[in-house]
Every structure is written in C-alpha cells, then in structure tokens.
Nanobody, 122 residues
Framework: QVQLVESGGGLVQAGGSLRLSCTAV????????MGWFRQAPGKDKEFVAR????????YYAGSVKGRFTISRDNAKNTLYLQMNSLKPEDTAVYYC???????????????WGQGTQVTVSS
C-alpha cells in the first residue's frame, strides 16, 4: 500500500504558474505508474497527465498539453506537476494517483491523495 500527499496548490492569477508535488509514503514509489487528475465544482474527475515508472514516457490531456509538465523523482518518492500559463478553467482540486499499469481513466489507479486546491483568477 502507498499513501500519497499533495502540496503546492493555491491562488494564482491567469497566466501565472504553480508547481504541485505529491509525496509517496509506503511501498516503493518507483514501482507505480503515476497520474494527475482534477475535479472542478459540479464536474467529474478528469485526467490531466500521467508518467511511466522511470519517467521516460508521459501523456497529457489536450487541454493542458504544452502548458503542464509531469515529472517524477524516484529517489525522493515525489511526483510533480509544473503548471504554466494557467487559465481560470484550470481551477479545480488536483489529485495525484498511483497504479500498477497507469492510464487515462480513474479506474486504472488504486491509490489517491487527498487533493490540493488550485484557483486561477481572471
């Protein structure tokens, strides 16, 4: 089992940047594919980005491609999401997730963090 703790959320103006972190405690972080999801008020949780075990393969939702970068540091048991050129529509609670196979869907992940709020003002 692995526990995930997100941090780094906050309030930022449109066009600004934030970096989210997700620290894993428990079983070996490097044995999990990792992903970021987000949930805006009144909407379903949606896929944002994912990264392979070693970090060599990444994939992004079309709405964030070119603006967000997912990365991981297996030595520090930490996942990151660098968010640039933020837009008001990026406002949501952001969750990190861990799973054995990864993917773009909620069900591909077994473990979830508690979420961190990102608010982008116009």
């Amino acid at each position: 089992q692995v526990q995930l703790v997100e941090s780094g959320g906050g309030l930022v103006q449109a066009g600004g940047s934030l970096r989210l972190s997700c620290t894993a405690v428990g079983r070996t972080f490097s044995s999990y594919n990792m992903g970021w999801f987000r949930q805006a008020p009144g909407k379903d949780k949606e896929f944002v980005a994912r990264i392979s075990l070693s970090g060599g393969v990444t994939y992004y939702a079309g709405s964030v491609k070119g603006r967000f970068t997912i990365s991981r540091d297996n030595a520090k048991n930490t996942l990151y999401l660098q968010m640039n050129s933020l837009k008001p529509e990026d406002t949501a609670v952001y969750y990190c997730a861990a799973g054995p196979s990864g993917g773009n869907v909620y069900g591909a992940y077994n473990y979830w963090g508690q979420g961190t709020q990102v608010t982008v003002s116009s």
